[in-house]
């Protein structure tokens, strides 16, 4: 089973800053099969980018993915009130589903 | 306008069975894969397994296998998800979400709301 673990596991930042997410896998993922996902408190999850780039439907473009192999980025380039929340990523490989512990994102 | 409703929260008994519904529509129900993800308070998304709609067949988690059972009603677009022998780590958030799937990319782009199961004596 890959294992996806996520970096830091809390980040401290203000409205208008950058956020920069990061996402290893204990091995290689096919781009194709990673995806990023939100989720604020009493919600489901919902779906920002997969295909390691591409950006969900209606998903601002603030939010941008990237990487390959082992090492993948979500970046929000302006933070705004509504995006302070948990971020997950996932990988799909060998019938199997995996997602990191999350990064929270909080108001400094 | 895809919509996934699960069933209510659910309290049980230590050693019991909890089955959790999932009514899909505004979409083909068979078309495809849906999943079952669950998770602690606080915690993080753990992925149970998922099943086809159109054929039935089901692919567990690992940790899953023997104490979980999917099924499918087609006559009414919904899927069940069956947890055997709870105990207390099963106090969680069930979900479902629908799997967009083909060589180019795995997703899951719609999710139920959750149903939150209490295992207490």
């Known amino acids: 089973e890959i294992v996806l673990t996520q970096s830091p596991g809390t980040l401290s930042l203000s409205p208008g800053e950058r956020a920069t997410l990061s996402c290893r896998a204990s091995q290689s993922v096919s781009s194709s099969y990673f995806a990023w996902y939100q989720q604020k408190p009493g919600q489901a999850p919902r779906l920002l980018i997969y295909?390691?780039?591409s950006r969900a439907t209606g998903i601002p473009d603030r939010f941008s993915g990237s990487g390959s192999g082992t090492d993948f980025t979500l970046t929000i380039s302006r933070l705004e009130p509504e995006d302070f929340a948990v971020y997950y990523c996932q990988q799909y490989g060998s019938s199997s589903w995996t997602f990191g512990q999350g990064t929270k994102v909080e108001i400094k | 306008q895809v919509h996934l409703v699960q069933s209510g929260a659910e309290v049980q008994k230590p050693g019991a069975s909890v089955k959790v519904s999932c009514k899909a529509s505004g979409y083909k129900f068979t078309d495809y894969y849906m999943h079952w993800v669950r998770q602690a308070p606080g915690q993080g998304l753990e992925w149970m397994g998922r099943?086809?709609?159109?054929?039935?067949?089901?692919d567990y988690a690992r940790s899953f296998q023997g104490r979980v059972t999917m099924t499918r009603d087609t006559s009414i677009n919904t899927v069940y998800m069956e947890v055997s022998r709870l105990t207390s780590d099963d106090m969680v958030v069930y979900y479902c979400?629908?799997?967009?799937?083909?060589?180019?990319?795995?997703?899951?782009?719609?999710w139920g709301q959750g149903t939150l199961v209490t295992v207490s004596s």
């Open positions: 979400a629908r799997e967009v799937g083909d060589s180019d990319s795995y997703y899951f782009d719609y």
């Open positions: 099943i086809n709609p159109n054929s039935g067949g089901t």
């Open positions: 295909g390691a780039s």
